[in-house]
């Protein structure tokens, strides 16, 4: 086994927030020689690099990993260590993990009292404050695993995100593309037809527009799809959208900034440890988005798993 590292191994995405990490950077790595804090640093090259250079830093005996990015940054990471973690039998509870957030979303951290504010992440990184998040591990097609730190969905959700996504392989960095894609899919995404478990019970069976898993409770820049969702209760919420009329479905969109689709009678509020999703036929294996990413399709089996948490960073007085 390698020797514990105490350095933090810093991953840095140079493409997060428009492509203006180094302008945020690079003062921040002179905050944290200031605060006394050891770090080693290394930056992504392609996708999903951040989650292969996790799983190294894991391997080689680093047990403080941070990510510098946005969600998708952050989700990588997860994706390395807790995925390492299961194959070795480490146990989770030995990672710390934070994010210096200079993404174009940072929803995961406002789960945990953390503003967009890099110099004060790293003095919280610094006075070691750190609360234990839930790890939700997600089974898809084709036996594809993966980690969710904060948010998925499947329907208007995925769809929005792909589209999102496939705007930033293009080159588009502005704010309004998560706008422009929300418009789009308003009138462009259809629904699949699917059954829906919850702790091995069927909630909803029938045709879908939309459904969103919470161990978070932001997406979006700061709406709240799973409100009640707290990422260290041991529960993990989801919503399901029946099909609908447009007008009905667009009506519910004021709950989103008012956090309070729990209350709405068009929408499913559900609650549980085990949530499953099959397609009903075989034209609805839709995609799933964890955390902003496209990781696969339908069906799935989305879980925490029990007894495991890992160390997440947290404001200090989250929760006081």
Not at 281 to 307: F, H, K, T, W, Y
Request: glycine share 10%.
């Amino acid at each position: 086994m390698s020797k514990i590292r105490p350095e933090w191994y810093i991953i840095v995405n140079p493409h997060a927030g428009s492509g203006k990490t180094m302008r945020y950077w690079v003062p921040a790595e002179s905050k944290l020689k200031e605060l006394g804090v050891p770090y080693y640093t290394v930056y992504t090259t392609h996708k999903h690099h951040a989650t292969e250079l996790a799983a190294l830093a894991a391997r080689m005996g680093y047990r403080r990993i941070m990510a510098v990015g946005g969600d998708g940054s952050i989700h990588e990471v997860f994706d390395g260590v807790l995925g390492w973690c299961e194959v070795s039998g480490t146990d989770p509870a030995d990672f710390y993990l934070a994010v210096a957030p200079i993404g174009s979303g940072n929803d995961w951290i406002k789960s945990f009292g953390i503003k967009r504010d890099v110099e004060k992440v790293l003095e919280y990184v610094a006075q070691g404050s750190f609360v234990q998040e839930d790890v939700v591990r997600v089974s898809l097609a084709g036996d594809k695993v993966a980690y969710m730190a904060n948010i998925g969905g499947l329907g208007f959700d995925s769809h929005v995100c792909e589209r999102v996504n496939a705007q930033k392989e293009r080159g588009m960095r502005s704010s309004r593309i998560y706008l422009n894609s929300l418009l789009y899919n308003f009138t462009h995404t259809k629904s699949f037809n699917a059954a829906f478990y919850r702790d091995g019970e069927l909630v909803y069976s029938g045709p879908i527009l939309d459904v969103a898993f919470g161990n978070g409770s932001y997406c979006g820049g700061g709406m709240q799809q799973c409100n009640l969702a707290d990422p260290t209760d041991g529960i993990l919420d989801a919503i399901i959208l029946p099909k609908m009329p447009l007008s009905s479905f667009i009506s519910e969109v004021p709950r989103l900034l008012r956090s309070t689709l729990d209350k709405s009678k068009k929408i499913l509020y559900v609650r549980g440890t085990n949530f499953k999703v099959v397609p009903l036929d075989d034209q609805s294996a839709d995609i799933m988005e964890i955390d902003g990413e496209i990781v696969g399709n339908l069906p799935i089996e989305i879980s925490i798993v029990p007894g495991k948490k890992i160390n997440v960073l947290a404001h200090p007085d989250f929760r006081k």
